[in-house]
């Protein structure tokens, strides 16, 4: 895409890019960033996007394009700390395929920014005793020292874990609720 001038630049992000930094969460979507060429228009289209994907035989499936079975959202750069996340990001190895990857920090950031206008009025809360000290602590050690084990390991095996995280998130959340069409574990090999 951007060889032929369809995008400028792109960064992975989102859930994904987590994975490639520190260990499998579950998602269902592969969230990429992009800066698009300028336009004289002040409407933003994903349309040179959707043709070349359809060009190559991938199939669009609501705001989701899937591609070799994983649902992938197109976004393009909304503000300028997005822009930076992808001038910033790094060339990471995916099983020997060049990928660029927003560092971690700019999602924080980001969400903390778009959570920002959120509030917490009306939302009901339910006192709780403090754990003490010591348990914190202790919690924080645990989960430190676990995600560094996951830290270390080989790429493959975090989206092995995603994967399986998927399987996991899915029969929970499909006994709750309706899963839109692309909420569902992907049928692919690591």
Do not use: C, N
């Not at 490639?20 to 336009?39: K, M, R």
């Not at 000290?133 to 080989?154: I, N, Q």
């Not at 095996?157 to 499909?174: A, C, G, N």
């Amino acid at each position: 895409m951007k060889d032929e001038g369809v995008i400028e630049d792109y960064a992975v992000a989102g859930a994904m890019a987590i994975l490639f930094w520190t260990e499998p969460v579950p998602t269902y979507d592969l969230d990429v960033l992009v800066l698009l060429p300028a336009s004289p228009s002040p409407i933003v289209s994903l349309d040179p996007i959707y043709k070349w994907t359809e060009a190559r035989g991938y199939s669009a499936s609501e705001e989701h394009i899937l591609i070799e079975g994983v649902p992938t959202q197109f976004l393009p750069s909304p503000s300028r700390l997005a822009h930076e996340a992808i001038e910033s990001a790094e060339t990471l190895d995916y099983d020997g395929v060049p990928v660029k990857v927003a560092r971690p920090e700019y999602r924080s950031r980001m969400r903390s920014l778009r959570d920002m206008g959120s509030s917490s009025k009306g939302s009901a809360s339910v006192e709780r005793p403090l754990p003490t000290p010591e348990l914190v602590e202790r919690l924080r050690a645990g989960k430190a020292s676990l995600r560094e084990r996951r830290r270390a390991l080989p790429l493959p095996e975090k989206v092995r874990q995603m994967l399986e995280l998927q399987r996991i998130h899915w029969t929970i959340v499909s006994r709750r609720r309706p899963m839109r069409s692309w909420e569902h574990p992907w049928d692919v090999e690591p």
